[in-house]
């Protein structure tokens, strides 16, 4: 079993900057993908990046160039670190963990944070 607590969440302003971190307990973290997914109030929950246990990224094309995805093995903790925020950034972001098809294809990855929430506001 895997259980992921997420934090760092939080008010900020428009291009402001965040980070999110998740702190994973287990031992099999270091082997399992990672990832973050959002959710807006009314909106479809949708992947936002992921990332391998080597270190190999993937992001959604909104979120290229803005947002970052990362790994601490030794920590058991992955983080994401987001810049120039927009309003339609606001949601809330749920950590994932499980193999890189889980959460990258099929969309269902087996274990989820409580997720953190992000509010982009001026």
């Known amino acids: 079993q895997v259980q992921l607590v997420e934090s760092g969440g939080g008010l900020v302003q428009p291009g402001g900057s965040l980070r999110l971190s998740c702190a994973a307990s287990?031992?099999?973290?270091?082997?399992?993908?990672m990832g973050w997914y959002r959710q807006a109030p009314g909106k479809q929950r949708e992947l936002v990046a992921a990332?391998?246990?080597?270190?190999?990224?993937n992001y959604a094309d909104s979120m290229k160039g803005r947002f970052t995805i990362s790994r601490d093995n030794a920590k058991n903790t992955a983080y994401m670190h987001m810049n120039s925020l927009k309003p339609e950034d606001t949601a809330v972001y749920y950590c994932?963990?499980?193999?890189?098809?889980?959460?990258?294809?099929?969309?269902?990855?087996?274990?989820w944070g409580q997720g953190t929430q992000v509010t982009v506001a001026s």
């Open positions: 990332i391998t246990a080597a270190g190999i990224t």
């Open positions: 287990g031992s099999i973290f270091s082997i399992l993908a």
């Open positions: 994932v963990a499980d193999s890189w098809a889980a959460i990258t294809t099929r969309l269902a990855p087996r274990y």
